[in-house]
């Protein structure tokens, strides 16, 4: 398999983690989301969305959204497994993904904080401060179900690195870029440090990626 990816996008630091959490070797290629290059005719045709990553399979189809990535590795490859057996639980962990991916990322990555800057002439502090609000709002929710909840453990969700923590992580390194004050959510910060301390989310940060600039 070949994973498109970009070293600072959040849903590509995803699907790494879960790459490395199951021990699933993938070619890696690259593409720059800065310099335009998702908007190329070739990369669209394969990824009508123009975004990041796209996983393309032995059999030449191409896999698009982070979230669906991940299950689709966790059908093909369930252990370690990222979600908990009980559906309860799982609809649980779905949930606490969700806020990062759905509700926080989509409107304040590169795309959005570019729109903001070129269609409403909004300043690069405005749009700093756009995103650390949007942020702040699904951190400040985040805290609060997991801070009291008794089935959040070492993890979101247990003892074990889940689907939550897979889309919290990136999240934490974008709000450290944003400059929010990660000592308001302690147990995401705690939760962050025990993950990282994982070679699995070491392994796939950033600063560690091949195309990976200052």
């Known amino acids: 398999m070949k994973l498109i990816g970009y070293f600072r996008s959040s849903a590509a630091f995803r699907v790494r983690i879960a790459l490395n959490l199951k021990g699933i070797g993938v070619e890696q290629a690259f593409c720059h989301l800065r310099k335009g290059e998702q908007r190329k005719p070739e990369y669209a045709a394969v990824n009508p969305q123009k975004l990041v990553p796209t996983l393309i399979l032995d059999s030449g189809e191409a896999l698009t959204q982070s979230v669906a990535i991940m299950e689709y590795l966790e059908e093909i490859h369930p252990e370690p497994p990222l979600l908990p057996k009980d559906p309860v639980e799982r609809a649980r962990v779905r949930a606490l993904a969700l806020i990062p991916a759905a509700d926080i990322h989509p409107i304040q990555n590169l795309r959005v904080m570019a729109y903001l800057r070129e269609k409403f002439d909004q300043s690069e502090e405005a749009a700093f401060a756009w995103s650390r609000h949007w942020i702040e709002t699904g951190f400040e929710a985040y805290e609060a179900m ?32 944003f400059k929010v004050d990660m000592s308001r959510y302690p147990t995401i910060k705690r939760i962050f440090d025990a993950c990282m301390k994982l070679p699995a989310f070491d392994a796939a940060q950033p600063s560690k990626q091949p195309d990976a600039e200052p």
């Open 146 to 177: 997991v801070a009291k909840d008794s089935r959040t453990g070492i993890f979101s969700h247990g003892d074990r690195p889940g689907l939550a923590d897979l889309c919290l992580i990136p999240q934490v390194f974008n709000a450290t870029r």
